[in-house]
T-cell receptor, first 113, second 113 residues
Framework: KNQVEQSPQSLIILEGKNCTLQ??????????LRWYKQDTGRGPVSLTI?????NTKSNGRYTATLDADTKQSSLHITASQLSDSASYIC????????????FGAGTRLTVKP | DGGITQSPKYLFRKEGQNVTLSCEQN?????MYWYRQDPGQGLRLIYY???????QKGDIAEGYSVSREKKESFPLTVTSAQKNPTAFYLC????????????FGPGTRLTVT
């Protein structure tokens, strides 16, 4: 079973609407959680990085939240644009082995005009 | 893509042939990684290197080989022993083994027929 589960698998919204993507993880002990945006056929680009002590982190219209107690994170996108159409990947790292990074399968977001 | 280049973007090979994917970075990063991305799955780690002339197997190293003769370069060879080589391959790097931020290259799409 993957240690990082993302939902929904795919999402279609209208331009200008908001949406929230979910990431649940079982990685323990926890070090940090990152959200990436990946355009089709391109490499992932970092949106936010959060450590254990951080509850929320914003990057423009993207806001990530983290609840380390319930092992849940969300990525909220405000006033969506057509260029937000992409896959959004949640990555969780554990403490100790710095290469123990676990990747979610991603949420495929499509923003329609 | 943060100073990481991968070439070529698309690669086609016949079954039974070895093929080498290039990854170069000018970020002066110590650690470099190779991942494989398949539809509906999270990125899976093939190999990683934390220092020149040293590398470690990841979760799915069978059928792959790497070298790290220079800090800037981390080529990946997909050998004929890899049972299902068709995939999207991503190279990444980090400043140090303990840093959180990981930068990705643009990826190489390998198709083997």
């Amino acid at each position: 079973k993957n240690q990082v589960e993302q939902s929904p698998q795919s999402l279609i919204i209208l331009e200008g609407k908001n949406c929230t993507l979910q990431c649940n993880y079982t990685v323990s002990p926890f070090s940090n959680l990152r959200w990436y945006k990946q355009d089709t056929g391109r490499g992932p680009v970092s949106l936010t990085i959060m450590t254990f002590s951080e509850n929320t982190k914003s990057n423009g219209r993207y806001t990530a939240t983290l609840d380390a107690d319930t092992k849940q994170s969300s990525l909220h996108i405000t006033a969506s644009q057509l260029s937000d159409s992409a896959s959004y990947i949640c990555v969780v790292s554990g403490i100790g082995n710095n290469n123990d990074m676990r990747f979610g399968a991603g949420t495929r977001l499509t923003v329609k005009p | 893509d943060g100073g990481i280049t991968q070439s070529p973007k698309y690669l086609f090979r016949k079954e039974g042939q070895n093929v080498t994917l290039s990854c170069e970075q000018n970020l002066n990063h110590d650690a470099m990684y190779w991942y494989r991305q398949d539809p509906g799955q999270g990125l899976r780690l093939i190999y990683y290197s934390q220092i020149v002339n040293d590398f470690q197997k990841g979760d799915i190293a069978e059928g792959y080989s790497v070298s790290r003769e220079k800090k800037e370069s981390f080529p990946l060879t997909v050998t004929s022993a890899q049972k299902n080589p068709t995939a999207f391959y991503l190279c990444a790097s980090k400043t140090t083994r303990d840093s959180y931020e990981q930068y990705f290259g643009p990826g190489t799409r390998l198709t083997v027929t």
